[in-house]
Structure formats: C-alpha cells, structure tokens
C-alpha cells in the first residue's frame, strides 16, 4: 500500500484523525499511522486528489486542491465521524445522570407513548393437578414524550485547517460533548424536581404514595427512605422490595452522602447535580429492577442497544460557497422522560 495513492489515503484517514487526537483505534489501517504524521491541509489535499482522478482533470492552481478536498461529502463525514468520536468520549466523562437512566431505542422523533402496565394479580401456589388462574394486564394513561434535537454548525476556516492546531479543534469539539451531557442532565434533573402526574394523574412524589419525606439528609432519615424503598405498593398492595442503589443529592450534600455512605457501609453510589434544589435528595433502585427514568435513544436498526450510547453526531453542514472552509454540524438528539414513580424516595424540604 502506498500513500500517495489518495484511495489507500482516503481509507486509512478516519484511524488517521483519531491517532492525530491522541486516540489509538481498534485495528487501526496499516498507513494510519503514517498519515497521522500529516497536516490537515495535507489530509485535504489526498481528498481533492480523490476529485482530480474521478473527474479527470487538474485545477490550473495547486492551491485549489485543497479546496476541492475540502468540498467532499466523505472528507467532511470522515472528519465528523472523529470528532464525534472525541466529543461521545466526552460526554460519557461528563454524564453522571446514565446509571440512573433505562435506555429506550426509538427509530424517529415522533412522540413515544409510555403506559403504566401491571399484571392484576401475582404467581400463585399451583398444587399438584390444579388449576392455573388467570388475569389480564391492567394499563393506566400514558405519558408522551419525543426526542429533541440540539445543535450547532462549526466553520473551520482554511486559515485554521492549514495552521494544523489540532489541539483547538479538538478542544472544540470535545466541549460539545460536556455541553451534550449537561444539557441531558438538566432534562432529566428538572423533570424530577417538577413532580409531574405520571400515568394515573397523581403527581411523582405524594406523602399518601409512601414516596416522600421532608427530613433533611442524615443517617436516620437514609434508613427510614431505605425502608421506604423496600415497601411502595405495587398494583395490588404486595412490596415492591426494591434495594436501594443511588443516592442523588443536591451539590451542598454531596460530602454528606459521601461520607454517610462510607460510614455505614451502604453500597450507594452517589449521584450530584446542579440541577437539584439545595437540601433535595433522592434515594433510587436499579433502572433494570424497577425503571423511574427513561433515555431515549436514536437507533433506527434493529441492534442491540448500548445503555451508555452518546447521542451526538457530527456530520458535513449544508454547503456555503461564500465560505472558505469546511462546515461541519453537531447535532445530539437527547429525550429523558419520568415513566414510573416505584424505585423512587424523594428526600428534603419541599
């Protein structure tokens, strides 16, 4: 393989980026390291000689080979795809929020529907030679939700490209992936402090659901919201058991929980966020035991889903021909929504 062939360039680029940033990709092309050597200016000019070759002729300026590089739908998505790669790494540092959160792949924007369904009755002693009774699923109102889209279009001048500092560019797109992340953990934050009515029009939180105390965080009331945990009422009154997992907490509790935690040996793993209330706390079951919070995730396939998937992309923008440069548009489709209200104590002042 050489690399002053543009075809063998072009397929070894993508690894080529992601080893400029500092990252060693999975079995990466045998020139990537190579190429990884090169500037940028340079990676655009093996993509304009991609053009060159296909269209079969040479612009009378050298200078233009860049430019046609940078033109390329594929030079922009194998950019894109790199950066993506720099601002997921990021936004998966940044989101405390994910273990709280069941993952739901949904295949386009339009609203999801989430009824509350529960078997009428639960398993029953069957003797020997008896009879199996039967009952139906009971399903309450549902709540709707939809996946949002939050952007943005990044121009990368030529004087910029041609400079090299990758270090910048990086940065960049990098600080999209924290904004990715807190954007998500606002969402999802605001939507258990707003107490919204769930399914059966009753709010999340309700002294008479056995779901809310007004005591500050301290061992004692950690105990009591621990019991509480283990005896919500499910449909027909029987415990919903559930074993306490997360403890989420307000940033001037943070220490608090922390050592609260160590000091009894909980097992919690503390969860902060800007975005709750000072003196709020909440005490949470595992999202695969008993789900309170939902994540939706864009997956128009059919594969398996990945719980701690980014929901940023990057992408060329629509073209500007008054722009020098390459545009490139970061996009993260992001929709959190409160489904169920068991797995769930609400602690602190109201």
């Given at each position: 393989m050489n690399i002053a062939n543009p075809r063998e360039a072009m397929a070894a680029m993508a690894d080529a980026v992601l080893m400029k940033a500092g990252i060693c990709p999975d079995n990466p092309h045998p020139l990537a390291e190579?190429?990884?050597d090169r500037t940028f200016a340079q990676l655009a000019e093996y993509a304009g000689e991609m053009t060159i070759i296909e269209q079969g002729r040479r612009p009378s300026s050298e200078r233009a080979v860049m430019g046609l590089g940078l033109s390329r739908s594929d030079f922009g998505m194998i950019l894109g795809g790199s950066f993506r790669h720099l601002a997921s790494r990021r936004y998966s540092e940044f989101a405390d929020h994910l273990p709280l959160c069941a993952?739901?792949?949904v295949r386009d924007f339009d609203p999801v529907e989430?009824?509350?369904v529960m078997a009428e009755q639960d398993l029953e002693l069957i003797g020997e030679g008896g009879e199996y009774t039967s009952s139906s699923l009971v399903s309450y109102g549902p709540v709707s939700s939809?996946?949002?889209t939050y952007?943005?279009?990044i121009n990368i001048s030529r004087h910029l490209i041609v400079s090299d500092d990758?270090?910048?560019v990086n940065n960049l797109f990098a600080q999209f992936g924290s904004s990715a992340a807190r954007v998500e953990n606002r969402l999802v934050f605001e939507s258990l402090e707003a107490n919204p009515n769930m399914q059966d029009s009753a709010p999340l939180f309700h002294a008479d659901l056995g779901n809310i105390t007004i005591d500050p965080l301290t061992a004692a009331s950690l105990a009591s919201a621990t019991g509480m945990l283990r005896r919500q009422p499910l449909l027909r009154g029987e415990p919903a058991n559930n074993k306490a997992r997360f403890l989420v907490v307000s940033p001037d509790l943070e220490i608090i929980a922390k050592g609260l935690n160590k000091d009894h040996d909980a097992g919690l793993e503390i969860v902060a966020s800007p975005y709750i209330k000072d003196g709020r706390w909440y005490l949470m079951a595992d999202p695969e035991v008993s789900p309170v919070i939902h994540r939706m995730i864009l997956q128009p396939g059919s594969s398996a889903v990945d719980r701690n998937r980014s929901p940023?992309?990057?992408e060329p923008a629509p073209k500007d021909i008054?722009?020098?440069g390459l545009r490139l548009k970061v996009r993260a489709d992001i929709g959190p929504v409160v489904t169920g209200r068991i797995g769930i104590v609400r602690g602190g002042e109201a």
């Open positions: 190579q190429l990884a993952p739901l792949p989430f009824p509350d939809r996946l949002q952007g943005h279009v990758i270090q910048l940023i992309d990057v008054s722009y020098d």
